[in-house]
């Protein structure tokens, strides 16, 4: 049975299918709730009482929203270049799901346990701007079009800081596999030692890149209606709209495995399974970004550029070279030999 | 097997996204397909086992270069009857061009033989327990840090120079300091003033100069005494 598993071709098939499965179902559902999710939590922090009337407690608000977004019909606007048009959001939506491979669930629990995890992160969040802005162009729309040159400078901008981050993290770890990742940090995770700062510009870039509020530039409803998807409908729509969440749910597991220790028990509280833990760090992440939405006001754009340009660029690389500084002179270096 | 068939089509689609490059009427759709054909070489360098180099591929080209290509492309407003106009006139330059370029081809092409196992051609083989992107740390870092560090240098001079040759310091623009925004405070910024019943700017010591040529149109004097917030200027 092993055997069929590991050496046949069909056996490695059937695996890798229900590997796929194993991570995108729970991942889905996730998404499903997340949006359950932050409807409430923005609720209670404006004192209403957000969706309570479909199900105990609202609970089956999400299957009855994506009922709704799947048996409406979807509209290509007559001046669209339509192949890129429905190819936009497919993407997006893919992009979002394909990075969910490496991530580790538990020690060595990952679909894919690569060597080199967090360049292929970062590879993969690195394209999702191609989404938008394909969006942006195919829908031959203005609000469109700007919404998604704004995305691509901003995305582009933020994933400067985003790879000093990583590569502050890689410098402590010594590896660019994500399971070692978590595994160096089962004394101490990675936000509460020197590199809280990074830890911070983590969080903020989070939300750049993943086009959240303050930084929903790309969307601004109050100026660009609905940004690069304003001439989405229906299940097109919808696949981005799932796209951003799972892309937001992606960046809260990056930042749970890079900073919160992964996979790895708080307190010593051991015989809760690792899964467990990444959910709920994945959850406190998830509620930052909520917290956020409901706390501050949209950055203006050219504030936005200065941040990441004129701030995170100089923190990020400044903090590099500090972390690297002390590492070789405490001896701490982690260095194998070759 | 597996790896054969994944190589085959890999290749395939990656030349024929390089021909639709060329081919392909809007320039758009042009990038895309280079986009296309990034992403099917770096499949190529994960088949030959140099992961790290697929990963950087797609994290330069695809992620930062395409973008801006694919920015700037999109901004362009490419007019394609305009470009067709000369082209009966270049036609023999293209296609001499063209003859000679073949003909260098065909040259090249006609010389080469197949080697039968390409592994074999490898110069210096790793240790299989070596992770390549350490090994191109090791040789990146000690025999040619020189060389990287130089590249690097002339880089970053290329960007200094490119950003003081097309930087135009216009002050037209207003500008926010944000450090001095964030260092006023309420009583430099307002004044509090008690209007008195019917009296104007003029005699509270509140007249800002107006242009000349545009008097300002007095409204009649209020009947009520109000006191009103005056912001001042930065």
């Known amino acids: ?338 | 097997m597996i790896v054969a068939v994944a190589f085959y089509v890999f290749s395939a689609i990656l030349l024929g996204s390089a021909a639709m490059v060329v081919t392909s009427r809007n320039p758009v759709h042009s990038v895309l397909f280079l986009i296309l054909a990034f992403f099917n070489a770096a499949a190529l360098f994960l088949i030959a086992g140099a992961e790290f180099l697929a990963m950087i591929l797609v994290i330069v080209y695809v992620g930062a270069v395409a973008v801006l290509f694919l920015f700037v492309v999109m901004m362009l407003d490419v007019d394609f009857t305009a470009l067709r106009e000369g082209f009966q006139r270049y036609a023999p330059v293209g296609a001499t061009v063209g003859v000679v370029l073949f003909f260098e081809l065909a040259s090249v092409l006609l010389g080469w033989r197949m080697s039968g196992d390409v592994s074999a051609a490898v110069l210096t083989r790793l240790p299989s327990h070596v992770q390549n992107t350490r090994a191109i740390g090791q040789v990146l870092y000690t025999d040619y840090f020189l060389l990287f560090q130089l590249s690097g240098l002339i880089l970053l001079v290329a960007m200094i120079g490119a950003i003081v040759l097309t930087h135009r310091g216009r002050h037209t623009s207003k500008r926010q300091n944000i450090t001095r925004q964030q260092e006023r405070r309420v009583d430099e910024t307002l004044q509090v003033v008690t209007v008195r019943s019917g009296a104007g700017i003029r005699e509270l010591g509140l007249y800002r100069p107006i242009p000349v040529g545009r008097e300002p149109v007095l409204a009649a004097p209020a009947t009520t005494e109000v006191s009103t917030i005056v912001a001042q200027d930065q």
């Not at chain 1, 629990?109 to 969040?125: D, E, K, P, Q, T």
């Not at chain 1, 770890?173 to 070692?180: A, F, P, T």
């Not at chain 1, 004394?187 to 870039?205: D, G, K």
């Not at chain 1, 809260?252 to 010593?268: E, I, K, N, R, T």
Request: net charge neutral.
């Open chain 1, 1 to 338: 049975m092993r055997d069929f598993f590991t050496n046949n071709v069909l056996g490695i098939l059937l695996l890798t299918i229900a590997e796929t499965l194993a991570i995108l179902v729970p991942v889905l559902i996730g998404m499903a709730y997340s949006t359950f999710f932050e409807r409430k939590a923005l609720a209670a922090f404006q004192l209403r009482r957000g969706p309570n009337v479909v199900g105990p407690f609202g609970l089956w608000q999400p299957f009855a929203d994506a009922v709704k977004v799947f048996t409406k019909e979807t509209i290509v606007p007559a001046g669209a270049s339509r192949s890129l048009f429905l190819l936009a959001p497919m993407l997006t939506f893919v992009l979002a799901c394909l990075a969910w491979a490496v991530i580790p669930v538990n020690d060595n629990w990952a679909a894919a346990n690569i060597n080199v995890g967090i360049l292929y992160l970062f590879a993969i969040s690195s394209l999702g701007v191609y989404g938008i802005i394909i969006a942006g162009w195919a829908s031959n729309s203005k609000y469109a079009f700007l919404g998604a040159m704004r995305s691509a400078a901003q995305m582009v901008s933020y994933e400067v800081s985003i790879g000093f981050v990583l590569v502050t993290v890689m410098l402590c770890v010594g590896s660019l596999n994500l399971n070692d990742v978590v595994r160096a940090q089962s004394h101490h995770w990675f936000a509460f030692t020197l590199l809280f700062p990074m830890f911070v510009v983590f969080l903020i870039s989070m939300l750049a890149e993943t086009n959240r509020a303050p930084f929903d530039l790309p969307e601004g409803e109050s100026e660009l209606v609905a940004g690069f998807f304003v001439e989405y409908s229906a299940m097109s729509f919808a696949l981005f709209f799932l796209g951003e969440y799972t892309n937001m749910i992606m960046m809260s597991a990056l930042g749970s495995v890079l900073f919160l220790g992964g996979w790895q028990a708080p307190f010593g509280l051991t015989f809760i399974p690792g899964v467990f833990w990444l959910a709920a760090k994945i959850c406190v992440l998830m509620f930052f970004f909520f917290w956020v939405r409901a706390t501050f006001p949209r950055f203006r754009y050219d504030q936005l550029m200065r941040l990441g340009w004129k701030v995170f660029l100089p923190l990020s690389l400044l903090w590099l070279v500090l972390t690297a500084g002390y590492l070789e002179l405490t001896g701490t270096l982690p260095m194998e030999a070759l």
